[in-house]
C-alpha cells in the first residue's frame, strides 16, 4: 500500500508561521494568559483579589448603597489602578475576580448584571498598566507633579472604561438603564481612585520597585516604561481615552433624549437601540486603541 506523503509548501510554512507569530508574538496582550506560568504572578492575583474584594464587601455590608443591589459606595475602588501599575495582568483577573466574590457574592449583588461587572472591572485592571508601560517614561510614583498628572489621567480614563462597559451591558440586558448607573460608577471610581489611589502609589511604589515585585521583574522582556514612545501606542491611548471618557459621556446625553430626534428619528425613547448603538461605537473604538496599545 503507497503512503501518502504530504507536502507543505514553503507558503503554507511562511503562513503558518506568521499566524503563530501574530498569536505568540509581543505585539498582542498574551500576558493575561502567559502570566499563569508564574508563581508570584499568581501570588500577586491572589492579593490584588483578596485586597479588592474584602474592601468591597466591607463597604457593601454597610448600608451605604446608591442603587440596593447594584452599586455602592466604593473606596474599594482605589485599589485596581493602584495594584494594576503593580502587578499588570495579575491585576487585571485580580480586580474582575475580587469583585465578583467581594461585591456581587458575598456584598449581595449577584445579578445578571454581575457579567458586565466581571468584564468592567477586568479592564479596570488592565488600562491604568496597559497605557503606562506604553505611554509613559516617568515612574507612577506620584511623588512630582508630573508623574501625579499622568497617574490622574489614567484614572480618569479607567473610570471612562468602565463606566461605559457596565452601564451597556445592563441596558442591554434591560437590568438597570445605562444613564444613571454610568454616572455612578464614573463618579464613583473617580473620586475614590483618584484621592486614594496617588497616596498608595507613593507609599507603596518605591518600595515595591525595591523589592522587585513589580509586574515586569517577574515576567521577563517586558518594559515597565518604554524606551521609546511609538506613535501608534499613543495613538492607542488617545482612542482608549475617547472612548471611556467622551463616550460615556455622548452615550448619557443620548440615554437622556439629546440627539434622538436628528439621528435616530423623532419617535424613539431615552434608551434602547440608539443608546446601545452609541455605546456600541465607542467599545469598538475602544477596542481599536487596545489593540494599537497591544501592537509592537
Known sequence: MAKLEVKVEPSCKNMQSKFLY??????????????????????????????????????????????????????GNAIPPFTSLLFGPAAAWGSAVGNLIGFDILGGALTIGSIGGFIGN????????????????????????????????????????????IPLWTELVGFVPFTPLAFIIFFNELISAGIISPILMALVYPRAKRAGWLWTD??????????????????GAILVFVAGVIGTWVTVLVGLGFGQALFFGPNVGFAGAPLLTTGGVFVLIFAIGLALLAKD
Open 22 to 75: 501574530n498569536f505568540n508574538g509581543p505585539h498582542n496582550v498574551k500576558e493575561i494568559f502567559t502570566m499563569w506560568r508564574y508563581t508570584q504572578m499568581i501570588t500577586a492575583f491572589i492579593v490584588s483579589a483578596g485586597l479588592y474584594a474584602a474592601l468591597l464587601f466591607v463597604f457593601a455590608a454597610l448600608p451605604i448603597w446608591i442603587i440596593p443591589g447594584v452599586t455602592a459606595v466604593r473606596p
Open 218 to 235: 517577574v515576567m521577563k522582556g517586558y518594559q515597565y516604561t518604554p524606551t521609546e514612545r511609538k506613535t501608534i501606542h499613543v495613538l
Open 122 to 165: 477586568f479592564f479596570l485592571g488592565l488600562v491604568p498598566y496597559k497605557i503606562w508601560h506604553r505611554v509613559f517614561r516617568e515612574e507612577p510614583h506620584c511623588r512630582t507633579l508630573s508623574s501625579l498628572l499622568k497617574f490622574e489621567f489614567v484614572i480618569l480614563t479607567h473610570a471612562g472604561v468602565v463606566a461605559l462597559i
